[in-house]
């Protein structure tokens, strides 16, 4: 088997900086042996593999930490991955079906794009809870260390949109904008597409990074989102509409400047931005009625697989009106009650003293 590395390099400026940056879109290429074609490994797959190992890993923490069973949520990533992806591709040919319908045999052609992320995530999420439902596992724990972990892919993977040059926004004279041959390429190329869904475009001007503002809003959301789960957590499933409400605001921002949206047919509405805005009002409104129904009755965060540490109460002390101590007897956990010798042994001990 023999690697190559490529040099199919693009130059992208950015209008601030005077530095121009060299990026490749495939990181090498080998000869498969079996039929001697030759297969691309690209720096998009890379990179969203490293950004779904960190999640994953950041994911199996986290479940030890809350006394999961890690051999159960090795199947729930396992299923949850096959979901994710047969999800991101059903809901990219949905929204394509005008294009898909003429050409069926494209539909599993995902090695040519066509991924589309809300789609994983439902999918994703769907997959996981019949995995949690068979496996006994408790699905609202697992949806708020998918809330974290989501953020961690997200942020990352978007990378692999700079180096495929995709994903970039609307004309912008901004000194972050960015401009490369692809860019350019894309702009010319779609043209009839852009005057039809309501924006026009100047293939001579910088672009929005819309990548970069996703992956810094999704990073900076795993490290808001961590805080609220340390310190502010009260009921399950909380931190999944934490991450609902923060990438929904982003997302809502952010696919307003893209190029490559998806719509409702006929409209120029875009599917991703209405089901962010969607997301945003129901999570919030959601997470309010939790949050005031918590406060009003507190209640440990358990299930079937998460239990706290018991807490012990302490014991309180106050004088009577003859001026004698007295304590009030706190109930033992079960691991500090005595068991029968010991406790025969105390009341001997006891009447040895009187």
Sequence with gaps: MNFEFLSDYTSVKFTGLDKVFDVAATAFSFTNPFSGDTVNVRF?????????TLAALFGGRMAYKWKMDLNKMVDVLIYGTFGGIIGARLYYVAFKWDYYSENLSEIFQIWNGGLAIY???????????????????????????AGMSLLIGQGIGRWGNFTNQEAFGTNTDLPWGMTSSKVTS???RHMDEFEANGFTMDARLPVHPTFLYESLWCLLGFVILYIIC????KFSGQIILCYGIWYGIGRTIFEGMRTDSLYISGTTIRVSQLLSAVMVVAFTALLAALLVKYKKHPQPIE????????????????????????????????DEKPDDADAAQEEGEEKTDE
Excluded at 134 to 145: H, Q, R, S, Y
Excluded at 230 to 233: A, L, N, Q
Excluded at 303 to 319: I, L, M, N, T
Excluded at 321 to 332: A, D, L
């Design 44 to 52: 998009y797959g890379l990179i969203i593999a490293f950004g779904f």
């Design 119 to 145: 789609g994983g995530i439902i999918g994703g999420l769907i997959a996981a809870y019949l995995t949690c439902r068979a496996e006994k596992l408790n699905f609202k724990n697992l949806l708020d260390l």
């Design 186 to 188: 894309y702009i010319f």
């Design 230 to 233: 340390k310190k502010f957590r």
């Design 303 to 334: 299930g079937v697989d998460f239990f706290p540490e018991p807490e012990v109460k302490k014991v309180k002390a106050s004088k009577s009106e003859s001026g004698v101590v007295e304590t009030v007897p706190f109930e033992k956990t079960d």
